[in-house]
């Protein structure tokens, strides 16, 4: 099984940027393709971005050329870097693992909130 421990979400301006870290616990997070995914209220879960064990990714269309996830395996965390920030970006961002590029996993973490001011 899989611990998750999202950090770094904040306030930022519209035009900002922010570093989402996942931090993993378990020996098989090196194995395991993860995610990110983000909630607004009233909304259901959306993706953004996925990212397999060897590095294969998988963006939503709305974040594309913003958004960048990236792992260090050596280090069990997963990283969001999010540039470009617009209101519309605003929300709660969740880390997922397990599953695959296509699918969602079985593991998540409590989430960080994320608000782009303006």
């Known amino acids: 099984q899989v611990q998750l421990v999202e950090s770094g979400g904040g306030l930022v301006q519209p035009g900002g940027s922010l570093r989402l870290s996942c931090a993993a616990s378990?020996?098989?997070?090196?194995?395991?393709?993860m995610g990110w995914y983000r909630q607004v209220p009233g909304k259901q879960r959306e993706l953004v971005a996925r990212i397999s064990s060897i590095g294969d990714t998988k963006y939503a269309e709305s974040v594309l050329g913003r958004f960048n996830i990236s792992r260090d395996n050596a280090k069990n965390t997963v990283y969001l870097k999010m540039n470009s920030l617009k209101p519309e970006d605003t929300a709660v961002y969740y880390c997922?693992?397990?599953?695959?590029?296509?699918?969602?996993?079985?593991?998540w973490g409590q989430g960080t909130q994320v608000t782009v001011s303006g």
């Open positions: 997922n693992g397990g599953g695959s590029l296509r699918l969602r996993g079985d593991y």
């Open positions: 378990g020996s098989i997070f090196r194995l395991i393709t």
